[in-house]
């Protein structure tokens, strides 16, 4: 299923990673522009908001669970007395719970975000270069961790500064014209 694009905006698929593409200060406007309150069901229901994700979280003396618990408002906890996040997540948390923020280091703390975003329980997260100053391989790694919080049913906007790995996780993309106009490409064929 290919996004369309629409007067009022995107449509994101749940399961399903769009990205963006085209110059950098145009794909910067686009995230500018959106309305985070604007998140809707396929049947024009209000759902949940969208929460952006585009740093890694300040090492702090802050404990992680505490962190997750914070992020959640009063969401359904775990096992763990953190909230759920998807198999994907917990997985990777699990073991970070008795730590705190300014033990980790940068490829875990950008986890943990993508963990409080989704401990918010959003309709779409928008994933705003989260790999930058990460090396190739820990970009890589990322990009997949944000693949498969996807598979776990969440819908996700990427915008990464480099477009070859974004493509590499993503279903669909999107490319930013001059005008601010959102063109549907086949990620397969994208040119970059």
């Known amino acids: 299923m290919t996004q369309q694009p629409t007067a009022q905006g995107v449509r994101l698929a749940v399961g399903r990673v769009l990205t963006l593409l085209g110059p950098d200060a145009l794909r910067r406007a686009t995230l500018a522009r959106l309305d985070d309150r604007s998140a809707r069901c396929p049947a024009g229901h209000s759902h949940g908001g969208v929460v952006r994700v585009g740093a890694p979280l300040d ?12 992020a959640a408002h009063g969401a359904p906890l775990g096992a763990d007395a953190v909230p759920q996040l998807g198999a994907t997540l917990d997985d990777w948390v699990a073991p970070l719970l008795g730590r705190q923020l300014a033990g980790l280091g940068p490829f875990d703390r950008r986890v943990l975000a993508l963990a409080v975003g989704i401990a918010q329980a959003p309709a779409a997260l928008v994933v705003d270069r989260l790999t930058d100053g990460l090396d190739a391989a820990g970009r ?7 693949r498969r919080v996807a598979d776990d049913r969440w819908a996700v906007l990427l915008d990464d500064s480099d477009p070859v790995a974004a493509l590499a996780v993503a279903d669909e993309a999107l490319r930013v014209g001059p005008e601010g106009l959102l063109v549907p490409v086949d990620p397969l064929a994208a040119p970059l």
């Not at 090492?59 to 914070?70: C, K, M």
């Open 140 to 146: 890589r790694a990322l990009l997949a961790v944000v």
């Open 59 to 70: 090492p702090t003396r802050a404990g992680v669970r505490e962190v997750l618990r914070a």
